[in-house]
């Protein structure tokens, strides 16, 4: 089993960071329900920590206060582009210290940026052009 302790202290940091980075990059992709959108990413952590018992160490993520600092980056474009760099950067990690993880981080982060993506409807979608276009980027660093 894989846990926090298997892991440098900045590693485990991104790990922590990306699922929350995922979600915000989605909803500053469109304006409007950004209330709602954050409220939505929260409660993917919440139903998450139900699930509990997949793995040691998604149970350690998902039990841990979600990480984010709004101030790390200056602009939503600055999010957007350092974001997705960051995401890729915690696939590499698990990739390397612990691949039989990454396919249930992965749902887990694409998860919860679909449920923020979800949470408000713009222009009559239920997820709008930019925020799909924000989740097939995502989906596209999980990999």
């Known amino acids: 089993m894989t846990a926090k302790s298997d892991f440098e202290e900045a590693e485990w940091n991104l790990l922590l960071e990306a699922p929350m980075i995922a979600g915000m990059i989605v909803i500053t992709a469109s304006g409007g329900g ?51 760099a960051k995401i890729g950067e915690a696939v590499a990690v698990l990739r390397s210290k612990a691949p039989d993880e990454l396919e249930g981080y992965a749902k887990f982060v694409l998860a919860a940026a679909e449920k923020a993506a979800a949470a408000h409807k713009e222009d009559g979608q239920a997820v709008s052009p930019g925020e799909q276009t924000a989740l097939d980027e995502i989906r596209a660093r999980l990999v």
């Open 34 to 84: 950004t209330f709602r959108e954050t409220f939505a990413l929260a409660k993917a952590f919440a139903e998450a920590r139900q699930a509990h018992g997949q793995s040691e160490l998604f149970d350690e993520i998902v039990s841990t206060r979600p990480k984010y600092d709004r101030h790390e980056f200056g602009s939503p474009q600055e999010l957007h582009d350092q974001g997705l």
